[in-house]
């Protein structure tokens, strides 16, 4: 029989799997505590009071609600027809924002005559508060699709500009100036060196850009919609129901929470030739 000598190395690795594995099972632990603690706190701190259940809910009336609406509806439709209206809102408009700020921000970024012309333009639209052309859109287009995809696109587009310029400005020069030596056009240079470089920056928008789609589409719905979530939430705020509010709000962090995986996995298998994080959790 031949003996199976450990070497120090594979020792070492199944060490490290296994504390990697303890510390894993410690953050699952101390989270469901942190969750256990808080929803705990808040049900005994409401306790019977019809006065702050009215006010601010409770978690048990939360689930119930959910249950509710689930099973029964809403008092605008069903629950799915809710979520779908507020997700076809998002989503076209956070790919319609997307496109246009990484077109616009690749194209500044690389034309110095463009951003000397737009910058200006592009700061003072920014520096407006976007969510209340929410009302000028509703007032222009209707209570329709349109004016809630608008005010997404608004919201949505600054996000992924600003990066994608940046990003498109912080391109190594050294590879822009090796490529245009080898006979590489404008377009080639822009689409093989630098849309590949800004592309780390422009993922990391992304994640922020899905949560500002989510935001104008429940904020034009509950400016002036007919359904969707936000009017689901307005249905309950104008009948003081807070569980109702709470409750689409647990809606909305269960797609955000969807897109955010989405994401995040699109980025892995995008940037899979991006060396791993040297330290610290992902957030």
Do not use: C
């Amino acid at each position: 029989m031949t003996a199976t000598v450990e070497t120090p190395i594979a020792t070492s690795t199944v060490t490290r799997r296994s504390s990697l594995r303890r510390h894993k099972t410690l953050v699952h632990l101390t989270q469901a505590a942190v969750l256990i603690v808080v929803l705990g706190g808040w049900q005994l701190w409401v306790g019977d009071d019809s006065r702050k259940i009215i006010l601010y809910g409770e978690p048990s009336g939360i689930v119930n609600r959910l249950r509710t609406w689930i099973t029964v509806g809403t008092a605008i439709g069903s629950l799915g027809s809710q979520i779908l209206v507020t997700l076809e809102e998002a989503v076209i408009g956070f790919f319609i924002g997307t496109a246009l700020g990484i077109v616009f921000g690749l194209a500044l970024g690389r034309i110095p005559f463009l951003a000397e012309v737009f910058g200006p333009f592009i700061k003072v639209l920014n520096s407006i508060p976007r969510i209340v052309l929410g009302s000028v859109f509703v007032l222009a287009f209707g209570l329709g699709l349109e004016s809630k995809v608008l005010l997404v696109i608004v919201l949505v587009f600054f996000g992924v500009f600003f990066n994608a310029f940046q990003g498109a400005r912080e391109v190594d020069r050294n590879f822009v100036a090796n490529a245009a030596i080898l006979g590489a056009s404008k377009w080639q240079v822009t689409r093989q060196v630098v849309l590949p470089s800004a592309f780390t920056w422009i993922i990391a928008s992304l994640h922020v850009a899905f949560g500002f789609a989510l935001i104008g589409a429940i904020v034009g719905e509950f400016i002036g919609g007919l359904e969707g979530l936000g009017v689901l939430i307005k249905t309950a705020q104008g009948t003081f129901d807070a569980n109702g509010v709470w409750a689409a709000m647990v809606l909305m962090a269960v797609v955000a929470l969807v897109a955010e995986f989405l994401i995040t996995a699109l980025e892995k298998r995008l940037l899979r030739w991006r060396p791993p994080q040297l330290a610290g959790p992902d957030i």
